[in-house]
């Protein structure tokens, strides 16, 4: 459920685990579901009205609940809905009740998405969120991706999206299994659609968990999955601004993938300049440019996949010493 339109409550649809063989990370990041943090061990300013804990808010009047409105050139006017304690706008709610909301829904979301990190390090299965924009080319670079690992390591996939089961069975047709889930109205995959989700899949210790999340490049920023990372994916057919547009997708994440680089010669997209503004939202953000058509870059990115299962495996045999 989206804390701003209420979105996809009591739709959630999981499917069976279908194709592929059978079944023989990084940091932990609890508070990854925040919608600020700091950056550079840096303490970062919070939303206003907000403590850096979320533990409090200050009181909002209705006043709070008007938009800014921000000089502009005669002719052009800037409403700025954002500008709130909740960075963000619902009609009939004040500021304060949807910290309140988003609080209590986060807040739902982290415990749950403690469970599954937890979980899944007991298993030493190394989990990615993959997020972006529709059309970013996340399922052909999936698909690649499986393609390139082989079968070398024991690989399984979670695939989010509203309505059918098309990008399930493009991963399936490589031999890996995969599970769909089909959020409804809802914009986006969270904690509680996981947990229910992992227990169908009969996940190999020592394994790679891909989760496809749901086209958006709002809502997936704020819900922890209990993955070891975000792993951002932006197309170049979208244009260089995205990072300082959405900022919190590329905040939250600990890679980007700048995607469909084969496309270059016929566009007009600055890539310096774009990776320059998705580091000036997140300067600790590694960039690796790909293409799923030409293969650039996917040696690096399946290097540092493989560097996530031997860090995941590593705990899990510490964890079995100690």
Same mark, same amino acid.
């Given at each position: 459920?989206?804390?701003?339109?209420?979105?996809?409550?009591?739709?959630?649809?999981?499917?069976?685990?279908?194709?592929?063989?059978?079944?023989?990370?990084?940091?932990?990041?609890?508070?990854?579901?925040?919608?600020?943090?700091?950056?550079?061990?840096?303490?970062?300013?919070?939303?206003?009205?907000?403590?850096?804990?979320?533990?409090?808010?200050?009181?909002?009047?209705?006043?709070?609940?008007?938009?800014?409105?921000?000089?502009?050139?005669?002719?052009?006017?800037?409403?700025?809905?954002?500008?709130?304690?909740?960075?963000?706008?619902?009609?009939?709610?004040?500021?304060?009740?949807?910290?309140?909301?988003?609080?209590?829904?986060?807040?739902?979301?982290?415990?749950?998405?403690?469970?599954?990190?937890?979980?899944?390090?007991?298993?030493?299965?190394?989990?990615?969120?993959?997020?972006?924009?529709?059309?970013?080319?996340?399922?052909?670079?999936?698909?690649?991706?499986?393609?390139?690992?082989?079968?070398?390591?024991?690989?399984?996939?979670?695939?989010?999206?509203?309505?059918?089961?098309?990008?399930?069975?493009?991963?399936?047709?490589?031999?890996?299994?995969?599970?769909?889930?089909?959020?409804?109205?809802?914009?986006?995959?969270?904690?509680?659609?996981?947990?229910?989700?992992?227990?169908?899949?009969?996940?190999? $210790?020592?394994?790679? &968990?891909?989760?496809? +999340?749901?086209?958006? %490049?709002?809502?997936?920023? =704020? #819900? *922890?999955?209990?993955? /070891?990372?975000?792993?951002?994916?932006?197309?170049?057919?979208?244009?260089?601004?995205?990072?300082?547009?959405?900022?919190?997708?590329? $905040?939250?994440?600990? &890679?980007?993938?700048? +995607?469909?680089?084969? %496309?270059?010669?016929?566009? =007009? #997209? *600055?890539?310096?300049? /774009?990776?320059?503004?998705?580091?000036?939202?997140?300067?600790?953000?590694?960039?690796?440019?790909?293409?799923?058509?030409?293969?650039?870059?996917?040696?690096?990115?399946?290097?540092?996949?493989?560097?996530? %299962?031997?860090?995941?495996? =590593?705990?899990?045999?510490?964890?079995?010493?100690?």
């Amino acid at each position: 459920m989206c804390t701003t339109c209420g979105c996809g409550s009591g739709e959630t649809r999981i499917g069976a685990l279908g194709g592929g063989r059978p079944a023989g990370g990084a940091h932990p990041r609890p508070g990854a579901t925040r919608t600020w943090r700091a950056v550079d061990g840096h303490a970062a300013t919070p939303p206003r009205g907000l403590s850096p804990d979320t533990s409090s808010f200050s009181p909002v009047t209705a006043a709070d609940t008007t938009p800014t409105s921000h000089p502009a050139a005669p002719g052009h006017h800037h409403l700025d809905f954002g500008s709130g304690p909740a960075h963000a706008h619902a009609p009939g709610l004040s500021q304060a009740q949807m910290v309140k909301i988003e609080r209590d829904i986060l807040g739902k979301n982290d415990a749950r998405a403690a469970e599954n990190r937890a979980w899944l390090a007991e298993r030493g299965i190394f989990a990615l969120n993959l997020v972006s924009s529709p059309g970013s080319g996340k399922t052909s670079l999936l698909v690649r991706t499986l393609q390139l690992l082989g079968g070398r390591v024991p690989a399984a996939v979670i695939e989010g999206d509203q309505q059918t089961e098309f990008d399930a069975e493009r991963i399936r047709a490589t031999g890996v299994p995969a599970l769909q889930i089909n959020t409804g109205k809802g914009c986006h995959l969270d904690a509680d659609m996981v947990a229910r989700a992992l227990p169908r899949m009969e996940l190999a $210790a020592d394994s790679l &968990l891909l989760i496809e +999340n749901v086209g958006n %490049l709002v809502c997936p920023a =704020a #819900f *922890d999955l209990g993955e /070891a990372h975000k792993v951002a994916i932006f197309s170049v057919t979208e244009g260089e601004d995205k990072p300082l547009k959405y900022p919190d997708m590329f $905040a939250a994440a600990d &890679l980007m993938l700048l +995607n469909k680089t084969d %496309l270059l010669p016929y566009l =007009a #997209f *600055d890539t310096e300049r /774009a990776i320059d503004f998705a580091l000036r939202v997140n300067p600790r953000l590694r960039v690796i440019r790909t293409s799923a058509t030409t293969g650039e870059g996917l040696d690096e990115w399946i290097a540092w996949i493989e560097a996530g %299962l031997a860090a995941a495996r =590593a705990r899990r045999a510490a964890g079995l010493r100690a």
